[in-house]
């Protein structure tokens, strides 16, 4: 089995029949790696997920002393700072899967389901085992295995797969995982009622009949993740109702147990027509939620995509993180790689991450959550590099503070025994590769340039006269739309700093200089170069480093089986980036009529 970062670890116990609990495991794990040691577990219940170590002594609630061992482990094997003290700063730290019954995983790119196939549920038991280490190892505590979307026959696991559920839940709980389910906003009507409306007696009463005998099961189940109203599925609107009420009318079910009820604020108008210049997407979020704030339960948690688009590479931070003052909200990231290489060219997110916590004070959100990139792969993640995500994320999760250098290099010492010179240039690139990846997709903050619906490779219109609000507006002068006061009005959902620093196009950063401004294709950007100059030659040094990245790859010593995939997929990274540069540059090029100041090779 690929050990993934945990190759330093002993490999898990085959009979686990010993290990119940977490304490349990932190007792095991320590033992395992300290022979020699003896360590005291002194469980302090108040502690909940922190932890205390002094000399040889763990202290902490159940969990905290699982992450206390974890946190010595990992310092132990890649100098991880040891803080004698710490707690989490969120207490839900959940990964979401978009896994389906019949085995297939939404926007997944390393295999199918871990947990179902053939429209059951279908998993080897080691195998989870081992990715409830990874997620434990690393502080994850919740756990969503079923798709956002969702589809038959995923409604029954509220019912007929209850039992399934419960033994799924009995194998993550010694980890300190904890499970959660998506569930279908109209699941009563499946069960013979005519509608789902939030206001009705019986639809109330339905919910609560199905919270009480899920938690008679699973006791301690997270709760329900739902997305509603958004991109066809059902959802209060339906009856006139608002997403408060239809958030409160399953959380009021949840109570009585302790659940949570995570509601998806993902709501846009995905049937757009591209002649109307009066909508703009990404000012949906705002306008359906902002004025519910205060309306929501106290076991509601908005789940809000980091970006108010759609996980694009680069974003600025959704306004309505910014602005819900009075209900609890957590971020939602995506690290399956969706619009981001899709695990085969290399992307780390850490500094992208960085960046959304330098605009969103951390104790603005409660929760953070993330669409998880695992899959049925030998190695988890289909990229053996992309293993870094899962694991940066659930350190973020902790410290939002972590640097993307600090969470680099304790992956790479944790996974490969590299001499210091091999370790710093694969960290180099690792945390290069974001800026890489970006520069031959997406020009400047536009995004949306990709392939429709597979969304790898390159399309510039293939977006751009469709219904789902993503659009450039390219023409022969000029690109892009203007999202500020003077324009759709954007800008005026950010708090005064922010707007500021957005509203005027020559204070903007040029990384999002396109996608709050239209702006003619002479436009002189802070270095003199003009706009279009400078989309033709982040496109050039895009692909350039692509080329760089795979002969730098060449030059590691990878073990096998990862040294095959990364460098079959770095070839194929490459590829894709010069596909990148020459498809965006021609389409630049054809339209503006503009040559390309250093003459290099635009096709016609
Ligand atoms: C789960 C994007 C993706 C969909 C995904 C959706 C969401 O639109 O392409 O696959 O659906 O986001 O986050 O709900």
Redesign the pocket.
Known sequence: MNMNWLSKFAPLPEDFSGIQTPADLARWELSNWLPEHSFTLEPDPSMGDGFRISGSTITGGETGLLYGAYALLRHMQAGAPLPSESCPRYPLRMIDC?DNMDGSV??GYAGRSLFFEGNCFAYHPDRLRHLARLMASVGLNVLCIS???VHEPAQGLLDEFLPDLSALADLFRPFGIRLMVSVDFSMPIRDGFSSADPRDAGVQAWWQAAAARVYREIPDLAGFLV?AD??GRPGPFTYGRTHAEGANLLARALRPFGGVLVWRC?VYNCRQDWRDHTIDRPMAAYDTYQPLDGQFDENVILQIKNGPF?FQVREPVSPLLLSMQKTRMALELQLAQ?YTGQQIDLYTMAPMWREIFQDLPPERIQAIAAVSNFGRDENYFGHPLAAVNLFGFGLLAWNPEITPEEIVSQWILLTYDFLPEDQETLGRWMLASRRIYEKYTSPLGLGWMITPHTHYGPNPSGYEYDLWGTYHRASRDAVGINRTSAGTGYTCQYPPALRQRYEDASACPDLLLLFFHRLPYGFRMKDGRSLIQRIYDDHFEGAEQAARLLEALKGLPFPEPDRQVILDRAVRQKENAENWRDVINTFFHRLSGVPDALERKIFD
């Open positions: 978009w939404e926007r798709n956002v979307n997305k958004s991109e993902f759609d969706e």
